[in-house]
């Protein structure tokens, strides 16, 4: 009888992925406990990977403490060294890494961490590794994760806050289901985006209180997005994946790092923005696009330096800009990729609607109908046949009336710019990055009740408050926050 090899269901795979992602969450956490312990004994000691094994350094701690820090004991595999290097950078400042750093650092990667488990399930589906259902699960209990110990921050911290958002939200809930009980199935499958991922998204940014922190966590997630972007785009050229026409959610993936790629102003940030920006180019929607492409003229604007080579740039740029897209175009078609975002800038259409015009038509039309009080949250789902407005000024026109709505787009456009105003240069050019990330795609794409942009814009606005008076800043400063 011949023997059989035993079968492998592919099916554990994601079960797999996850125990291994806890298993090195957990070395991560036990590390940050051994750096904490010994930053509180030895504040004057300035880590580095060099002086981790030199027992002399650390006085303080025994051989086994020495054996666990030691990287070949860890065996961290990347992205995961992307962490192990934000702690110690944070352990390389003159100040010590307190509770409130460490809190910080847990808030800040359970607000973008989700965009990394998205960019891996959108490889692993294009794979077919995985089924999309059981993809789908895995990718909520690892955003989830992180989430859940943001909330003992959130709550420590903001607590009057955190009340505020959930009991004014439910409450909303509550008068649309009372008022527009037709709104009830889309409450029911979509809310569970608003309180889960959008106000967790607000809050966790709202209660940060290092700006650095937050800066250097963005910096250290958009390095393994980015690998996943160009892995995904390898896999398509090659037909590992086949192509299923263009994806407005891998381009919205991709802006997150393009954005704090560009922020970074170096030669070789901006030579990885601007291949991210071919890659939305090649495969995503224009909105991402255009979004990148504003903050980098905004971080123009506002820094106005080196004119002269920009000038150079923007001249060639001009000269060689079609002849450049055909070149695109001809490489993706001989590769078996058609992009419809080239088809429209070569045609002269980049602000075609497509098909949004319709859309803005009836919304517009159904407001005009009920203009005092609206249709509540979700009711522009009911005309629209389980699609939105596609632009956020309508649908909140739409949900609230032409008062009560109108009253909340000039109080969200106020906010925006006094916050604008009052910040620094620095802190001007983190507030553009979440408004080109969180509110500019809402101007032609997404909805703002399911978006976790919006909800990080919206908590950028609480947190550069803190850091709009003079005190404010000299406090910063301080704390070490460049």
């Known amino acids: 009888m011949q023997a059989t090899s035993p079968t492998f269901p592919l099916t554990h795979i994601p079960w797999l992925l996850l125990n291994s992602v806890l298993y090195y969450i957990n070395r991560i956490i036990a590390l940050s406990r051994l750096f904490l312990a010994a930053s509180k004994q030895h504040e004057h000691v300035l880590f580095s990977p060099r002086t981790l094994t030199n027992r002399n350094t650390l006085p303080g701690m025994s051989g086994r403490s020495l054996r666990l820090l030691s990287i070949s004991k860890l065996k961290l595999t990347w992205p995961f060294w992307q962490i192990y290097y934000l702690v110690l950078s944070l352990l390389k400042r003159d100040v010590r890494m307190n509770q409130n750093d460490k809190g910080d650092m847990v808030l800040s990667f359970a607000a973008f961490f989700q965009i990394l488990v998205l960019m891996l399930q959108q490889v692993t589906n294009g794979l077919n590794i995985v089924s999309h259902d059981a993809s789908r699960t895995v990718s909520i209990v690892l955003s989830a994760l992180p989430m859940v110990f943001s909330f003992f921050y959130i709550i420590k911290r903001k607590t009057i806050l955190f009340l505020i958002t959930y009991g004014s939200i439910l409450s909303l809930i509550l008068l649309t289901l009372i008022f527009f009980p037709n709104n009830e199935q889309y409450l029911t499958s979509e809310a569970f985006y608003l309180l889960c991922i959008n106000v967790p998204c607000f809050l966790c940014i709202a209660s940060i209180k290092n700006i650095y922190i937050l800066k250097k966590m963005l910096l250290y997630l958009s390095y393994p997005i980015f690998a996943m972007g160009i892995a995904y785009n390898c896999f398509l050229f090659i037909g590992m994946i086949p192509f299923s026409g263009y994806s407005m959610s891998f381009s919205y993936y991709l802006l997150l790092p393009a954005l704090v790629f560009i922020h970074q102003r170096k030669a070789l940030y901006t030579i990885a923005f601007i291949i991210a920006c071919v890659m939305m180019l090649m495969l995503g929607s224009r909105g991402a696009l255009v979004a990148a492409i504003i903050y980098a003229i905004s971080l123009w604007l506002i820094d106005r330096k080196n004119k002269s080579l920009i000038l150079l740039a923007a001249v060639a740029l001009v000269i060689f800009f079609n002849s450049f897209l055909t070149l695109l175009l001809t490489l993706s ?96 050019k983190l507030l553009l990055m979440f408004f080109c990330y969180g509110f500019i795609p809402l101007l032609v794409s997404k909805s703002y009740l399911a978006d976790a942009g919006f909800g990080l814009f919206l908590g950028s606005l609480i947190l550069l408050k803190q850091y709009s008076s003079p005190i404010a800043r000299s406090r910063a400063v301080i704390r070490g926050t460049p």
């Open 333 to 428: 078609q001989n590769l078996g990729v058609t992009s419809r975002t080239l088809y429209l800038l070569l045609e002269g259409e980049l602000a075609n609607s497509t098909g949004r015009s319709a859309i803005y038509s009836v919304a517009w039309n159904s407001i005009m109908d009920s203009p005092f009080w609206g249709y509540g949250i979700y009711g522009d789902r009911i005309i629209l046949n389980g699609t939105y407005c596609h632009n956020i000024f309508l649908e909140m026109l739409h949900n609230f009336g032409l008062f009560l709505g109108g009253g909340l787009i000039l109080l969200l456009s106020f906010i925006i710019i006094h916050s604008f105003l009052n910040s620094d240069n620095e802190n001007k």
